[in-house]
T-cell receptor, first 113, second 114 residues
Framework: QKEVEQDPGPLSVPEGAIVSLNCTYS??????FMWYRQYSRKGPELLMY????GNKEDGRFTAQVDKSSKYISLFIRDSQPSDSATYLC?????????????FGQGTTLQVKP | DVKVTQSSRYLVKRTGEKVFLECVQD?????MFWYRQDPGLGLRLIYF???????EKGDIPEGYSVSREKKERFSLILESASTNQTSMYLC?????????????FGAGSRLTVL
């Protein structure tokens, strides 16, 4: 079993839809949770990060962590064609400089105009 | 903006060749990483370095080595390339932000080994 599981999709939605992207994990020691966005033929870029449980909002994006269920989500409101990309969740145990990130395999999202 | 620059975007090499992938970051980050990204497998950590001349093995170091002679530069070396090393290679550097180890990635180097 992988430490972090993420449905690879692809997920196709119409413009304006609310998108929900999810990851589950098995290591209860994870404390730091991140979402990266990767456009085609580019490297991943950080979207959001959260510590422990709770919600965090940034514009149209909301990250949610439920540690009791070992489940994290990224919601995208009013999705746009420019949101079409692969979304990777990542998480780590510690806060040290060498805190190793474990990535999900990524979910490919397509937002159709 | 932090920049992580990977010198080669696309490379085609033959089995048995020695391959160098170069990565430079311009924000004085202590930590640097090499990942490979494959469909269905996601990102897998090959090696990382938390200081000049220091290196640590990641999850899949076999067939690779690294060099970090200067803080800003981290090189990945394939001593004898094989077809199963055909992949996208991503370099990253990091700082710790509010306790989280936040990685900044380069654009990637797509290597094909024939």
């Amino acid at each position: 079993q992988k430490e972090v599981e993420q449905d690879p999709g692809p997920l196709s939605v119409p413009e304006g839809a609310i998108v929900s992207l999810n990851c589950t994990y098995s290591n209860s020691a994870f404390q730091y949770f991140m979402w990266y966005r990767q456009y085609s033929r580019k490297g991943p870029e950080l979207l959001m990060y959260t510590y422990s449980s709770g919600n965090k909002e940034d514009g149209r994006f909301t990250a949610q962590v439920d540690k009791s269920s070992k489940y994290i989500s990224l919601f995208i409101r009013d999705s746009q064609p420019s949101d079409s990309a692969t979304y990777l969740c990542a998480m780590s145990v510690g806060s040290s400089n060498t805190g190793k990130l474990i990535f999900g395999q990524g979910t490919t999202l397509q937002v159709k105009p | 903006d932090v920049k992580v620059t990977q010198s080669s975007r696309y490379l085609v090499k033959r089995t048995g060749e020695k391959v160098f992938l170069e990565c430079v970051q311009d924000m004085d980050h202590e930590n640097m990483f090499w990942y490979r990204q494959d469909p269905g497998l996601g990102l897998r950590l090959i090696y990382f370095s938390y200081d000049v001349k220091m290196k640590e093995k990641g999850d899949i170091p076999e067939g690779y080595s690294v060099s970090r002679e200067k803080k800003e530069r981290f090189s990945l070396i394939l001593e004898s390339a094989s077809t199963n090393q055909t992949s996208m290679y991503l370099c990253a550097s990091s700082l710790v932000r509010a306790g989280a180890n936040v990685l900044t990635f380069g654009a990637g180097s797509r290597l094909t080994v024939l």
